[in-house]
């Protein structure tokens, strides 16, 4: 019997009484809602339904039986101990079901609730998918949701101040264009010390690959890109970063449903690497911005896959690897456990590709359940810890169950837990330190850095 | 390009510099450049443990610095590069460093005769356009999107001119930015400003702009036109300079729009970077007829000839008469020239060169990390195996074309006859 079937019966049996709902106060949320009219409500939704969602939602909407099969699927649903409400149905039933049944006849209060759900509610995982014995695919129709708040001006508050820094400077973090060619001299720099003849070669047309990272790497984490030098550097492979915007991956504009933006942030990137003449781009460890270059902006902008190959770190460590070009000093011996992130293995089906690189650098690794494509998201994703401070209870509350899948596999002897994604690793910190988990997280790039031979 | 006619164009080829010599005298040598008549080339290199020069056929540069990056001829043939000292940023010209000095200097443009320099400078949190190390009079909070007038005299910028702090969502929705022209800002502010074009005269500019979160348009000279569309992209003036066109969203398809009304009739899933003939006559762009499908499309005609990963590279001839593009299909590039594939498909295609009269068309590509020349759709002979190559130029009279390359090691420059 699985864990889950076994946690399904235990929340059946309890039967319990659910605490009602209340509004997590958001100024973009309260403020936005403030300002919508009936008209102009109905006028928004009925444009996003005719010209924008066609047959799609329609079918999606149509098929839904009601079953509740997809319930299980979710980690809000497993962390509310099972109130309906949390469930994939459940958000479907309190958003857009209405708002397709009313034909757009729903009041402010009602959108700013839906786009709370929306927003904050549900990471866009698509493991509710999965369970859904039609496929559906109820990220989209709570993407769509998104869209029509986005339109609608009834976003929360950080989330759409990241959307727009996207469409000021053309990365998520406001990092200004000499800040940014700034912190590459710098890493290199910094890399140089322990490797004299190391670069990070700035605009070199031709080169091989582009490598791109997402806004927090100059901002916060730039040991990130130091570390991913070391890497380019041993494996000796012809590489460039543009000194231009179109260096960020990233994309909360695809999360807040300001779809015109997205389209932009990927026309940047894709025609930054057109421009230096790269065959492909290798991006960092990021879950969402995959999802952005290989599946949603590009085909916006009517390329049917991205123009210029995308070759995740995943599959690019696991190239490194097989073709011997980065060699292992000493594997990692701490036990590890790999959280597998969503948009990268439902996504993209990197999940075998993920452990054989683990196999590669650490001695000791215990998988967590249920894993690969089955694996509950982090929480963070689909831009809800983009939604800031004012959410952030709620949604390390709402992922008990990702802190109970940790313990678990600390219980069996993990102490690190890897995270190849950048809003993973916000996401799964936070639970680890609400849960109390001491356990480490680490990038596949941290512990490849530590154990490669240089 | 300027003083063409000066050139060396006696056919023959000539070694400038054995760069493995280079190699051996310093530490690093980086990325090189090659002048415009092919008879300099330069690089930075790393000439102690943290001191840096920039080298010019085997000279160096007199005085070193703590870094020396961008590296790059004028058109007019005068070797730049981005140079750091003591923290303090500027760019140097053929040796000489500008006087002012910035906390950071980034992005110099060239005039399309090489003229006039013009880079983004930034000192005490301050962005300014700097053109000839002049800096404009007024900094701003930030400064993107650097434009130059085709002569280089004048240059424009997006610039945020109201001060903001990360989460004030409402006051950026009111407009924070706007369109400064010669360090000038227009009255008006936008929500967002992004690329933007100057007249053929100068006198004018023309930029896209986001007038609330959904609404976007062209604004020129500071008003916006009449219509909003969905999306828009880069907007640019016709030769004569009393037109302005610009790919526009509208009904669900792109298409291009003229002073604010539609003037494509066909609608395209995208359409973008359309680039007028030098008359005016004629306006190309880059479009996908369909999705998944690109091409380019001439006065509104698609050609037949389409690709399924990308198209890119417009290019018009100087005499108006031709266009060509690269196109990838199932990760091979190819030059396409008037809506025909050249010979062959390559790992990496670059646009297409025009002789002045339009008839002759050449380009760069390449084949397993070497490089090789397609003249008139077919490879030429000889022109291949070079490990580094810049793109052919043709001579006035389109009889010769001169080839700037490294073969083993050395750097060659060679006019060869194509008549």
Not at chain 2, 201 to 214: M, P, Q, T
């Amino acid at each position: 019997m699985t864990e889950t079937v076994i946690r399904s019966r235990k929340i059946k049996e309890k039967k319990r009484v659910y605490p009602p709902r209340r509004p997590v106060p958001d100024l973009g949320l309260d403020k936005g809602a403030e300002k919508l009219t009936p008209e102009r409500i109905e006028s928004t939704i009925r444009s996003v339904l005719d010209n924008e969602t066609g047959a799609r939602l329609k079918v999606y909407v149509d098929t839904c039986a009601h079953c509740g099969l997809c319930s299980e699927a979710c980690h809000f649903f497993w962390s509310h101990d099972g109130d309906p409400s949390y469930s994939p149905a459940g958000k479907v039933k309190q958003t857009i079901s209405e708002i397709v049944k009313k034909k757009g006849k729903v009041d402010a209060d009602f959108i700013r609730g839906a786009a709370e759900i929306a927003y904050t509610e549900c990471n866009l995982c698509r493991r509710c998918s999965m369970y859904c014995p039609f496929g559906i695919d109820i990220a989209y129709m709570m993407l769509t949701v998104r869209r029509i708040a986005h339109l609608l001006g009834v976003v929360p508050q950080y989330i759409q101040d990241t959307a727009h820094s996207h469409s000021a400077t053309m990365n998520q973090m406001w990092v200004k264009d000499d800040e940014w060619i700034d912190s590459l001299l710098w890493q290199e720099e910094e890399a140089a010390e322990e490797i004299p003849e190391l670069r990070i070669p700035l605009e070199k047309e031709g080169a091989d690959i582009l490598y791109s990272v997402i806004g927090p790497e100059p901002k916060f984490r730039a040991q990130l890109i130091y570390q991913a030098a070391v890497i380019m550097h041993e494996a000796g492979v012809d590489w460039t970063m543009p000194a231009t915007p179109g260096w960020d991956n990233s994309d909360m504009c695809m999360y807040t449903g300001d779809n015109e933006m997205m389209g932009r942030l990927k026309k940047v990137h894709f025609e930054t690497a057109m421009r230096l003449k790269n065959k492909r781009i290798v991006m960092g460890e990021c879950g969402h911005a995959f999802r952005s270059i290989f599946d949603m902006g590009n085909r916006w902008l009517a390329w049917k896959m991205p123009p210029i190959p995308v070759t995740h770190a995943i599959e690019f460590y696991a190239e490194l690897f097989r073709d011997k070009k980065i060699k292992v000093k000493k594997k990692f011996e701490k036990p590890v456990t790999l959280h597998d992130p969503c948009n990268i293995v439902r996504g993209r089906g990197l999940h075998e590709m993920a452990r054989y690189v683990v196999n590669e650098i650490c001695t000791d690794f215990i998988e967590m359940h249920p894993n690969r494509e089955h694996n509950f998201c982090c929480s963070a994703g689909g831009g809800v810890i983009n939604t800031g401070p004012p959410f952030r209870n709620k949604r390390v509350e709402g992922n008990r169950i990702k802190a109970e899948q940790l313990f678990a596999a600390k219980s069996k002897g993990a102490q690190v837990v890897i995270a190849p994604c950048h809003n993973c690793h916000g996401g799964l910190e936070d639970i680890i330190h609400h849960y109390n988990l001491k356990m480490e997280l680490k990038f596949l790039g941290d512990i490849i850095y530590e154990v490669m031979e240089r | 390009m300027n003083g063409m006619h000066g050139w060396d164009w006696e056919i023959g080829r000539r070694e400038i510099a054995d760069l493995s010599r280079w190699k051996a005298e310093y530490k690093a040598v980086h990325e090189t450049c090659v002048s415009p008549d092919g008879e300099r080339i330069a690089a930075p290199v790393r000439t102690g443990e943290t001191e840096f020069g920039l080298c010019e056929n085997g000279e160096l540069w007199e005085g070193e610095f703590d870094k020396v990056w961008y590296a790059r001829y004028t058109p007019d043939g005068r070797l730049t590069a981005l140079v750091s000292e003591m923290g303090e940023w500027t760019l140097a010209v053929d040796g000489a460093a500008w006087e002012e000095r910035f906390e950071f200097l980034w992005d110099p443009r060239f005039s399309k005769e090489g003229g006039h320099i013009t880079a983004v400078g930034q000192k005490g949190r301050k962005y300014y356009a700097v053109t000839d190390g002049v800096p404009w009079e007024e900094g701003f909070d930030n400064l993107t999107n650097l434009t130059q007038s085709p002569d280089g005299s004048h240059a424009a910028a997006a610039v945020q001119i109201i001060p903001m702090t990360e989460g004030e969502i409402f006051k950026f929705q009111a407009g924070v930015y706007t369109v400064a022209v010669d360090g000038q800002p227009w009255p008006r502010n936008f929500v967002n400003v992004w690329e933007m074009s100057f007249s053929p005269d100068g006198k004018r500019v023309a930029a896209e702009v986001r007038i609330n979160l959904y609404d976007y348009t062209i604004v020129v000279d500071g008003v916006p036109w009449d219509t909003v569309f969905k999306t828009v992209w880069k907007p640019v003036f016709s030769p004569s300079g009393d037109e302005v066109t610009a790919p526009v969203r509208a009904n669900g398809k792109w298409t291009l729009a003229r002073n604010g009304a539609l003037l494509w009739k066909r609608g395209y899933t995208q359409l973008w970077h359309h680039a007028y003939s030098p008359d005016g006559s004629k306006i190309a762009a880059i479009v996908a007829p369909k999705y998944g499908r690109w091409t380019v499309a001439v006065d509104d005609t698609p050609w037949n000839l389409t690709f399924g990963d990308l198209v890119t590279d417009l290019v018009i001839s100087p005499d108006g008469g031709r266009a060509g593009c690269v196109g990838k299909e199932k990760e091979r590039w190819s030059v396409v020239v008037d809506g025909k594939r050249w010979y062959g498909d390559y790992d990496m295609a670059w646009g297409p060169v025009f002789s002045a009269d339009g008839r002759r068309a050449a380009a760069k590509v390449e084949t397993k990390k070497t490089y090789g020349i397609l003249l008139d759709g077919k490879p030429l002979p000889e022109m291949d195996g070079f490990e580094v190559l810049w793109s052919p130029v043709f001579s006035p009279d389109g009889d010769r074309l001169l080839v700037r390359g490294i073969r083993e090691g050395a750097y060659i420059r060679e006019v060869i006859s194509i008549s």
